[in-house]
């Protein structure tokens, strides 16, 4: 499972040579917010003893993420810690979901420092390996780790609404118009006419199920796991976390699942996850209806499915077509981009005329 990853947070400069100039700059850049952070926080500009570090996407820690540490003998700044420098929505986002759902009981990373709108937000780094690292490691462990998996996931979607009072997640345009936009390229547009216009005209309506806190991204990368232990099991990365039907969020994992193989290069590896995707989505979906008390809608699932497939396909295009797509979205990491798309397209009309 550790072919899930995508691709590291540097960006790679024309005919694989060093960092540029504009690289270093950005480096100097955050590290200037971060020492303002910790200086605001501890009362004195201390000095970075590591980092910042562009933490590879491969890592879980989501976009615009960084490990550094700083000389200090407070016990809440010392070690090495992760900093995340995105627009100030999404810092906003990312740390109301961190309050908000520890204050309920479920795991997130340690907050250190939330200076959202000083640009900013500081975590400590979720303990033990991404379940895909751990579950690659440990072949035998796979099904309890997937049990548990399932059951986080169940469990966040579990979580009475008073448990989230308060939380503001920004407003967010609704998903089909989200994609819309992404699509508002000529050349995308005619590809993808086709799979857009059943999207649109297939909508769940009304909704198709009571909305719940969902992660967005919630797949084996995006969560830490000590010693195989599944109660350990801590999601990381709450950067796309928004209300949605539960749907939504399960069709968004099942979908990494099966996308898996687009982004590994050897040939030996990309057989073997298509030989066993279909059996990791089983025992989680099995996992997760069981332990889920609102259940999943069939019709709904397969929708969402067919949606995430179409984002996917719209990025693949858009990077087919010399369109900018996001080093941190899956589409960036695609080894073939127009087979994975041919791929995706022929999967998103299995659930499309399914």
């Not at 024309?14 to 504009?22: L, N, T």
């Not at 570090?53 to 200090?72: C, H, K, Q, R």
């Not at 995308?188 to 009571?210: F, G, I, M, S, Y």
Request: charged share 25%; glycine share 8%; net charge negative.
């Amino acid at each position: 499972m550790a072919v899930l990853r995508r691709r590291g947070g540097r960006r790679e400069q024309p005919g694989g040579g060093a960092s540029s100039a504009a690289d270093d700059l950005d480096l100097r850049a955050v590290a200037t917010t971060l020492l303002d952070a910790a200086e605001a926080a501890l009362g004195a500009r201390p000095e970075l003893t590591e980092g910042p570090e562009p933490i590879p996407a491969g890592a879980g820690a989501g976009p615009d993420a960084y490990l550094f540490a700083v000389a200090t003998d407070d016990p809440a700044w010392s070690g090495t810690l992760v900093a995340r420098t995105s627009p100030v929505e999404v810092l906003r986002r990312e740390a109301g979901c961190i309050r908000a759902l520890g204050g309920a009981g479920y795991p997130v990373p340690e907050m250190v420092s939330d200076q959202a709108e000083q640009g900013v937000v500081v975590v400590r780094p979720a303990a033990g390996a991404s379940l895909a690292s751990a579950m690659v490691d440990d072949f035998m462990a796979v099904p309890k780790l997937l049990a548990g998996f399932g059951q986080l996931h169940a469990r966040l979607h579990d979580l009475p609404p008073a448990a989230l009072d308060g939380l503001d997640l920004g407003r967010d345009a609704a998903p089909l118009d989200e994609l819309t936009d992404r699509a508002a390229v000529d050349a995308v547009q005619t590809e993808l006419d086709a799979e857009l216009t059943w999207l649109a005209k297939n909508h769940p309506r009304p909704p198709d199920e009571r909305e719940v806190l969902c992660h967005g991204e919630l797949n084996p990368v995006h969560v830490y796991v000590v010693d195989t232990d599944p109660s350990t099991e801590c999601p990381v990365n709450w950067t796309r976390a928004r209300r949605a039907a539960p749907a939504f969020d399960v069709a968004a994992t099942t979908i990494a699942f099966w996308t898996a193989p687009l982004y590994v290069e050897s040939t030996v590896q990309r057989t073997a996850l298509k030989v066993i995707r279909d059996s990791l989505i089983s025992g989680y979906l099995k996992a997760y209806t069981e332990a889920s008390t609102g259940g999943l809608d069939d019709d709904a699932l397969a929708y969402w499915q067919a949606f995430h497939l179409g984002w996917l396909a719209t990025d693949l295009a858009r990077r087919l077509h010399d369109e900018p797509v996001g080093s941190w979205e899956p589409a960036a990491s695609a080894v073939n981009p127009a087979g994975a798309l041919d791929d995706v397209r022929k999967r998103f009309w299995a659930f499309a005329d399914g």
